[in-house]
């Protein structure tokens, strides 16, 4: 298995995908760079899995508004740190299963420029 990541990768998030036996391949300053090098060698006899854009994903990630609502807990809205877009369609097409489609959701995305420049 081989994973492609950006220079910006952390050495921690990097070891950890290792010990999941994956072979780790750094390529460009971004995410979209990484991606397009790791569409390279695909072919008919090569998976390519989407780290967020995948019905798969979303699915697991829509586990823990099934979690809430199994608590009995009651909610007025849903707080989200998104990127990508998994975890916001994963959580509306749960929010939307258990009934509650007119829960507000509300994202917020990190500005890297802003992470990224001195004090």
Same mark, same amino acid.
């Given at each position: 298995?081989?994973?492609?990541?950006?220079?910006?990768?952390?050495?921690?998030?990097?070891?950890? +995908?290792?010990?999941?036996?994956? *072979?780790?391949?750094?390529h460009?300053?971004? #995410?979209?760079?990484?991606? *397009?090098?790791a %569409?390279?060698? $695909?072919?008919? /006899?090569?998976?390519?899995?989407?780290?967020?854009?995948?019905? +798969?994903? #979303?699915?697991?990630?829509?586990?823990?508004?099934?979690? !809430?609502?199994?608590? =009995?807990?009651?909610?007025?809205? $849903? $707080?989200?740190? !998104? =990127?990508? =877009?998994?975890?916001?369609? =994963? $959580?509306?097409?749960? %929010?939307?299963?258990?009934?509650?489609? /007119?829960?507000?959701?509300?994202?917020? *995305?990190?500005?890297?420029?802003?992470?990224?420049?001195?004090?």
């Amino acid at each position: 298995m081989a994973v492609f990541v950006p220079e910006t990768t952390t050495e921690r998030a990097k070891s950890l +995908i290792r010990q999941e036996g994956a *072979e780790v391949f750094v390529h460009g300053a971004s #995410w979209h760079e990484a991606n *397009e090098r790791a %569409l390279k060698p $695909v072919d008919a /006899d090569t998976a390519f899995i989407h780290p967020f854009d995948d019905p +798969i994903l #979303w699915t697991g990630h829509a586990t823990m508004i099934d979690e !809430v609502v199994r608590a =009995g807990a009651a909610f007025d809205a $849903v $707080v989200l740190s !998104v =990127g990508r =877009g998994g975890l916001l369609f =994963g $959580v509306a097409d749960r %929010l939307a299963r258990n009934g509650l489609q /007119d829960i507000p959701i509300i994202a917020a *995305e990190t500005d890297a420029r802003r992470l990224c420049q001195p004090r």
